[in-house]
């Protein structure tokens, strides 16, 4: 006997709506075949999405009917749909930009939102791919860093980043100010992505480490290690530590930006922090990825700052500090999500145009809070919003120090509803 559910999917299938029909074109396709909980997901979302639009669906339901979780699961302690939402996100994209490309109607769920959105393809061409520099040493101790950075890149391109009828670059708006003082015309821009390990290693440590820890010389062994942990732990925590890895919120970022470079004609190479030397910082423009926990390179320019990226206690969460709080402000501000849970974040952007360059950094409180300040800074409206909050006519050009807070509310593991809490500007 059919269950219930199964009827309801037959009386979509019979109904021959074109929505379902793509769902199940989408189900049948080779990336979908690799990852049964996948398809599920989709398949029930898509359902509730074409036979109860006006329904609100939410994280507890998803659980409980794909995931098996019981009816007193609690959705802050466990956030299996949260995680497989993203990768969800990141397969429909991959399925438009290859298998699905020439379809007329695409899926997407965005994020905040477990519920599918349907719409025509605005252009069924693809008919450019991106392209990404590697700035990596192939000789040397640090030539690993190629392998590092090619899964990045190539991971990015996986999640289906891919330009869809890319415009002469005339025909584009105007990019926001914020990015278009690091991209500059005809120079090239270096952006860092964060080391992820290196914040691993710090929890394994108990403490926090700094940008001369991360230099050195036969890092991470040297940095003394607990041996009354056990030479096992130690070893395993070593080999951990010393595997570079991208967490899926970086590689998203880092396929939008070489997506947005390639559609503007952007030079732009991607680094891992191992590869950098303070002499690389001197000359260019780079936008580094990252609190200092995670990039340690931004603790150069945090340091001359009044915001500052802050771990309480060490490998505890991660905060900024105000050091000279003026009216209104906190002197401190404290997330209370984790990564992966709902609830407020933060994230510090900050932008350098110096004589010898222009350095953007981005530090999020959290995986959320970083892509908070990602598409802050990516955003047109966010940058005017800025403007008006400085009190400018127009963008500033050189010789200036820009800080600014973020506050965002992380759901289902994306951020939302980003406001400026705080400034600071500086003429050079």
Not at 135 to 153: C, D, E, K, Y
Not at 191 to 196: A, E, G, I, K, N
Not at 362 to 371: D, S
Request: aromatic fraction near 8%.
């Amino acid at each position: 006997m059919a269950t219930q559910r199964e009827e309801r999917s037959t009386a979509v299938v019979a109904s021959n709506d074109v929505r379902w029909l793509l769902i199940q074109r989408i189900l049948g396709s080779a990336l979908f075949q690799r990852s049964v909980r996948l398809r599920q997901f989709l398949s029930f979302v898509a359902e509730h999405a074409v036979l109860h639009p006006d329904v609100t669906l939410t994280e507890h339901q998803i659980g409980c009917a794909v995931f098996g979780r019981p009816e007193t699961y609690s959705t802050a302690e466990d956030n299996i749909v949260r995680v497989h939402a993203r990768q969800l996100r990141a397969r429909l994209e991959e399925y438009f930009a290859g298998p699905g490309v020439a379809d007329s109607l695409v899926c997407e769920i965005p994020k905040g939102s477990y519920v599918p959105i349907f719409g025509p393809r605005a252009d069924p061409k693809v008919e450019a791919s991106v392209a990404v520099a590697l700035a990596v040493p192939l000789t040397g101790t640090r030539s690993w860093n190629l392998t590092t950075l090619a899964m990045i890149v190539l991971s990015a391109l996986g999640c289906g980043y891919w330009l869809r009828g890319v415009a002469p670059v005339s025909a584009l708006p105007p990019p926001s100010w914020l990015l278009d003082r690091v991209f500059t015309s005809g120079k090239a821009a270096r952006m860092v992505v964060p080391d992820s390990s290196f914040g691993l290693l710090q929890g394994f440590l108990g403490r926090n480490l700094g940008l001369n820890d991360y230099l050195k010389p036969g890092y991470p062994d040297s940095l003394g290690w607990p041996v009354q942990l056990g030479e096992a732990y130690v070893e395993r925590a070593k080999a951990v530590a010393s595997r570079p890895y991208a967490t899926y919120s970086e590689v998203v970022m880092s396929a939008r930006l070489a997506a947005e470079a390639e559609r503007r004609g952007w030079q732009m190479t991607v680094a891992h922090p191992r590869s950098l030397t303070v002499r690389d910082l001197n000359q260019g423009n780079f936008l580094l990825l990252g609190s200092p926990r995670s990039n340690p390179w931004t603790a150069i320019y945090e340091a001359g700052m009044n915001f500052q990226s802050t771990n309480l206690p060490a490998g505890g969460r991660g905060g900024i500090k105000n050091l000279a709080p003026v009216l209104g402000e906190s002197s401190l501000y404290l997330p209370d999500a984790a990564n992966g849970f709902p609830g407020e974040v933060y994230a510090l952007v900050s932008l350098h145009a110096l004589k010898s360059g222009t350095i953007l950094t981005l530090a999020g409180t959290n995986m959320e809070g970083t892509e908070a300040a990602w598409d802050f800074v990516y955003s047109v409206e966010q940058g005017e919003t800025l403007l008006r909050r400085l009190r400018m006519a127009e963008a500033p050009k050189k010789n200036f120090i820009l800080e600014v807070v973020l506050r965002s509310h992380a759901l289902a593991g994306a951020p939302r509803d980003t406001t400026i809490v705080a400034t600071r500007f500086r003429q050079q």
